[in-house]
Every structure is written in structure tokens, then in C-alpha cells.
């Protein structure tokens, strides 16, 4: 409860992630309460006399009105990844996800966006409009299970039905490299803008290993086989020299294309992600 508390007084920010659109961040004008303090109008007859500022009336020697700047409603799609791979280990990359999503989409709804649930999987999105649709969205989310991905042109058609400002959360572990980079890069060409959450299990950053394993190799759809294995501190060094060379390569690529790259472990807490997330400026702390 208290999080979700902290989660009202954040929000998802758009803008700070670049978009392929020849359209700049649109923004409105509202009175009250927003985002960004934008000024004073006079007041008019008729106006809502909440919202006057009484303590600007000395320095303006007039009635006057807050204006806030205020972004559009924003699209969040939520793209849960369901590789087989996100199943294994205890915590598991999907149970950690599963909270992600459910965090972002609460953020979503308790700022007036709407959450689209959109998994990879899926051949048709379910959209959540309202705080009042929380619960339905959690089971759903909770409700996710390991599936062969749909074909990325068919997903993407999924996301081309999508109108206004969109932003795609592609919760992932990049185990399907491939069919991943050209998920990004059809939702950039869809004109969204995309943040990458990247979970990693602590033993595929750090494996304690040493002697002979029966190892058992599992790929993003769920086929498994079997090796049987030396592991030695040289095969180890080898390994972790690979998996950097991998993540500065996905890094790298996200950078090139103006694409948001967050990495996450699954013993990190909600708490920590949505500082980066705030530090990063990819949230932000709304303000009265």
C-alpha cells in the first residue's frame, strides 16, 4: 500500500524518450494542478474560482489562474516477453516482470493513461482505461504463462490499431535476440517510443560453478538439451567476457536507435527500479 501511495505521485514521461515522429511532445494546457507550472491568465467570469491564486494577487494587482502544462494521455503497452526462459530459476525473470508490469500499469492508470496489455504471445491487446480496472489488469497479468511468441509483423499490426502518444514497455531477457531488435525497431517505426526493461537471473551475470555438470540448455521456446560439462574458473572467465560482449552490443544497439535500455535483476525491489527510473528521467515526480 505504501508503495502504491509513492507510485500516485509519479509519472511515466513520455517525452523524455526520443520518438521517430516528425511531431514534437505535444502538450495541453490545463488550470489547477499538473505537471509543470506554466504560469497565470487573468481571470474571466465564469472560471472555476478554485482555482485562483490568491497569493499571486498582490505582485499582479488582478484575479488570476493557475496554468499548468499538462502532457496528452499516453498509450502505455505493456509488452511482456513469455520466452521459456523467463520461467527459470527461483525468483524467476517472470515473477520479477510480472511485478514491473503491474507497477507500470497502476502508474499508467493512476495518472488518466491508459495500460494496454500487449504480450508478445498475444494476437489482440486488452486495454485498462481506469483505476477502477485495477484488479482486472493485475489477474491478467498474473494470469501470464510461458508462449511461442506471435510473429513480430503480426504483433505489430496489434500495435498499429493503437492511436495516440505510445509508449511500449518491452519487459524482456533478449534470450530470442533476434525476433526482439525487430520488435523495437517495428515499434519505431510505428512512431512509439520504447523503454527496454532487461531482467537478468544473478546466476547468468555471476554463475558459481565449479566440476562437472549435467547442464541443461533452455531456448526462448522452450526446447530443452542436454551437456554435460567441465566448468573450470577459465571456462568461467570465458563466459563472463561472452556475456559483457553481449550486453554492450544490446546496449549499443538501443543507444543507436534512441531506445531506452534499463537492466534489472530479479532480487532488485520495485523501490530501486523506480528511482533509476526517476534518476534516468524516464519518470518523474509530479508536483502540486
Known amino acids: 500500500p505504501e508503495f502504491r501511495e509513492r507510485l500516485k505521485r509519479l509519472r511515466l514521461n513520455a517525452e523524455r524518450l526520443r520518438t521517430h515522429s516528425p511531431l514534437g511532445p505535444r502538450k495541453v494546457q490545463k488550470l489547477g494542478a499538473g505537471l509543470e507550472f506554466a504560469g497565470h491568465r487573468a481571470y474571466s467570469p465564469g472560471d472555476d474560482l478554485r482555482y485562483l491564486d490568491w497569493n499571486a494577487l498582490g505582485r499582479l494587482e488582478q484575479l488570476a489562474l493557475k496554468v499548468f502544462d499538462a502532457p496528452n494521455e499516453i498509450s502505455v503497452v505493456i509488452a511482456f516477453d513469455p520466452s521459456a526462459t523467463l520461467w527459470v530459476g527461483s525468483p524467476s525473470k517472470a515473477e520479477h516482470l510480472q511485478e514491473v508490469a ?84 517495428g515499434c519505431l517505426h510505428h512512431r512509439a517510443r520504447v523503454l527496454v526493461i532487461h531482467d537478468w537471473l544473478i546466476e547468468e551475470l555471476s554463475p558459481q560453478l565449479e566440476g562437472n555438470y549435467l547442464l541443461e540448455a533452455i531456448d526462448g521456446k522452450g526446447e530443452q538439451t542436454s551437456h554435460r560439462l567441465e566448468v573450470t574458473s577459465t571456462l568461467l572467465d570465458e563466459y563472463r567476457q561472452e556475456v559483457e560482449t553481449w550486453r554492450g552490443a544490446l546496449q549499443h544497439f538501443c543507444q543507436r536507435l534512441g531506445v531506452a535500455h534499463l537492466e534489472t535483476k530479479v532480487d532488485e525491489s520495485m523501490e530501486s527500479i523506480a528511482l533509476t527510473l526517476v534518476a534516468s528521467g524516464i519518470v518523474r515526480v509530479k508536483h502540486a
Open 102 to 185: 503491474a507497477a507500470l500499469g497502476y502508474l499508467a492508470l493512476a495518472n488518466g493513461d491508459r495500460a494496454i496489455l500487449a504480450p508478445t504471445s498475444a494476437k489482440a491487446f486488452r486495454s485498462f482505461n481506469s483505476l477502477n480496472q485495477e484488479f482486472e489488469l493485475l489477474s491478467e497479468i498474473e494470469s501470464f504463462s510461458p508462449k511461442s511468441r506471435q510473429k513480430v509483423d503480426a504483433w505489430l499490426a496489434a500495435l498499429a490499431k493503437v492511436r495516440g502518444d505510445t509508449l511500449v514497455v518491452l519487459l524482456t531477457d533478449f534470450q530470442s535476440n533476434e525476433s526482439t531488435r525487430a520488435l523495437i525497431q
